[in-house]
């Protein structure tokens, strides 16, 4: 029986990536250079919508709270995984090297590490211990779109046969 590949996981997991989010500026999805894929900033966008807008703060009406915060970052890193399978393929992931978040925060909010949990947490489940990554967690005051949560992805991937 042959191994199983990253597309398999992803079908006993019950995840459908997602298509690929058109650009909304001057850059490309994602990029390789040698055995790196390196993604642009993923948006919680779904359906072509942003699905989570606004800071991210505890208990404050109006805003984004951490666990809404959280699940767009699960949201985001899926983003980002369409842009490296459009790109190379899924299933030439060798390992996940390192995830940068972005989180708009109000003022006070320092939860930053918890939300980016949403995109560790569904890149563990996929890929294991090749999933086990480098990471930042940054607040920042803006995000486009004023999206809440922004992620974006290097991953090195299986070298290119000549």
């Known amino acids: 029986m042959s191994p199983m ?31 790196l894929v390196y993604t642009s900033g993923q948006l919680p966008m779904v359906d072509g919508e942003l699905v989570a807008r606004g800071k991210v703060c505890d208990g404050a009406e109006g805003i984004v709270d ?27 992931v060798v390992r996940v090297v390192k995830v940068v978040g972005f ?17 560790s947490d569904v890149l563990g489940e996929i890929f294991g211990e090749a999933g086990v990554h480098a990471r930042s967690a ?16 290097i991953v090195e991937v299986a070298p ?3």
Not at 81 to 91: F, K, N, S, T
Not at 103 to 119: E, I, L, R, T
């Open 5 to 35: 590949t990253w597309t398999d996981k992803l079908a006993e997991l019950g995840i459908s990536l997602p298509a690929v989010v058109p650009p909304v500026a001057s850059y490309t999805p994602a990029v390789r250079t040698g055995d």
């Open 138 to 153: 940054v607040g920042v005051a803006e995000l486009p779109l004023g999206a809440s949560v922004e992620v974006e992805l």
């Open 103 to 119: 989180v708009a925060s109000a003022a006070g909010f320092s939860g930053q590490p918890q939300v980016v949990n949403g995109a």
């Open 66 to 92: 951490p666990e809404q915060a959280r699940a767009a970052a699960r949201i985001c890193a899926l983003n980002a995984l369409a842009a490296v399978d459009a790109l190379v393929g899924i299933d030439s």
């Open 160 to 162: 290119t046969r000549t």
